[in-house]
């Protein structure tokens, strides 16, 4: 069950949401002082998004099971381990607040407060996705976190210096409200791909290129409200079978313009196992509108 006290604001008028337990027959519920309500979905989520939505395009059920598969298979494990490395140990041992920002299936943070836990340290958190059925798995991945359909691109809909954590794993980065909702010793972990990143299959499977630039574009739209706290590499070898590189390669961009029929269809004269190597980069960042150590 959520913490009943995660500093959610309405996204209507901006007042404080509290969380209300389930009663018979309903389904918990997210309510603000003026009276706007919002209804858990029967797997779990809430859906925040008002008026006219989003105009991006979310993940699809199909995206969403494939991206399951593959990481819980934990072939991306290294990468969650390290994810959590570079936070745990950043959350004050009482009251820690972590916000995953593009929180998709939940896999990234599950191991957050796994790790969490295991240091003695309570955490509560948020995930936010623009995908209910990346939703879906993430509510029963991690049923203690409030899982929220939002979009990034608006103002977050959490209080002002209120988390600890936020954790952006290969999705977008909205830096003016990260900083906003940072508490001073907060701090802000981003997962890039690097160049190379899945090479060896990526033009076979009609994935996305890495474009150049991608760090210095990062640094340019961190800058002014976060100061570059450490940068590690986490390389991955891989050795998958032609449906796990189905999978891995349907579950980022190319399922948006690819179906899983197509893409095993360019894997299938492929010899098994399929090997590659997974190459990110993880990017520590602290507040500097908050005075940066």
């Known amino acids: 069950m959520p913490s009943a006290d995660l500093p959610l604001l309405c996204p209507v008028c901006s007042h404080p949401l509290e969380y209300m337990k389930a009663a018979a027959a309903r389904q918990p519920r997210l309510l603000c002082p003026n009276g706007h309500s919002f209804d858990a979905a029967r797997q779990g989520y809430f859906n925040l998004l008002v008026g006219k939505g989003t105009a991006f395009e979310p993940d699809s059920a199909a995206m969403v099971a494939s991206r399951f598969n593959f990481l819980g298979d934990g072939h991306y494990l290294p990468l969650a381990q390290a994810v959590a490395s570079a936070v745990v140990p950043n959350l004050p041992q009482e009251g820690a607040a972590v916000l995953d920002s593009g929180t ?22 948020i995930g936010l996705d623009i995908s209910k059925f990346a939703l879906r798995r993430a509510a029963r991945l991690n049923p203690e976190a409030l899982n929220l359909v939002w979009d990034i691109w608006q103002p977050l809909p959490v209080a002002p210096n209120s988390v600890d954590a936020v954790t952006v794993v290969f999705a ?12 001073p010793t907060g701090v802000l972990v981003v997962v890039t791909p690097r160049s190379g990143h899945l090479g060896e299959i990526a033009a076979v499977a009609g994935m996305l290129g890495i474009e150049e630039g991608k760090d210095e574009r990062l640094a340019e739209a961190m800058a002014g409200l976060f100061e570059p706290d450490g940068t590690f590499d986490v390389d991955i070898p891989l050795e998958l079978t032609r449906a796990a590189a189905a999978d891995l390669a349907f579950m980022g961009p190319a399922g948006h313009h690819l179906d899983l029929g197509q893409i095993a269809a360019r894997l299938e004269n492929s010899p098994e196992p399929v090997t590659a190597t997974a190459k990110f980069r993880l990017f520590v960042f602290r507040s500097r509108i908050h005075g940066a150590p």
Request: hydrophobic share 40%; aromatic share 6%; no cysteine.
């Open 104 to 125: 998709g299936t939940g896999h990234y943070l599950r191991r957050i407060l796994d790790a969490a836990a295991a240091s003695g340290r309570q955490a509560s958190a």
């Open 172 to 183: 977008p980065r909205n830096p003016a409200e990260f900083a906003r909702v940072l508490r």
